[in-house]
């Protein structure tokens, strides 16, 4: 026997066109599905979004409606962090005074029981 009969399969690549084709055929049909999934996933999401924002669960919307309402919600959602944000500086403030007037009251009873 040969050396050439225990070689590798060495071939150029370049194989026949009907090969080719179907490579290429093969690959089309791969990114063709992968595309579909992605944007089956993103219809997936503008879905799940709807349910979050869509008060009116039988009003139908567009796309660009979702993202409006979903960014009203984020909005409204940051507004209200704000002012829950303001209420607990302003309740601990209370609490700082009110914890400084029990301190007074304390030191107030301690020196007249001392006395």
């Known amino acids: 026997m040969s050396e050439h009969d225990y070689s590798d399969y060495e071939h150029d690549d370049l194989g026949s066109p009907a090969d ?3 490579v290429k055929r093969h ?3 791969q990114h063709n599905a992968l595309e ?8 997936d ?7 979050v924002v869509n008060e009116a669960h039988n ?3 567009s796309r660009s409606q979702i993202l409006k ?3 009203d919600r984020i909005e409204n959602n940051d507004d209200k962090l704000k002012q829950l944000e303001n209420e607990v500086r302003q309740l601990e403030k ?12 304390k030191a107030k009873i301690n020196v007249s029981s001392t006395s």
């Open 20 to 22: 080719d084709s179907d």
């Open 27 to 29: 690959a089309r049909a």
């Open 36 to 43: 579909r999934r992605r944007r089956d996933n993103i219809k």
């Open 45 to 51: 999401m503008y879905q799940s979004i709807k349910e």
């Open 59 to 61: 009003e139908r919307l």
């Open 69 to 71: 309402k979903t960014i």
């Open 94 to 105: 209370e609490i700082a005074d009110n914890q400084r007037k029990v301190d007074e009251e």
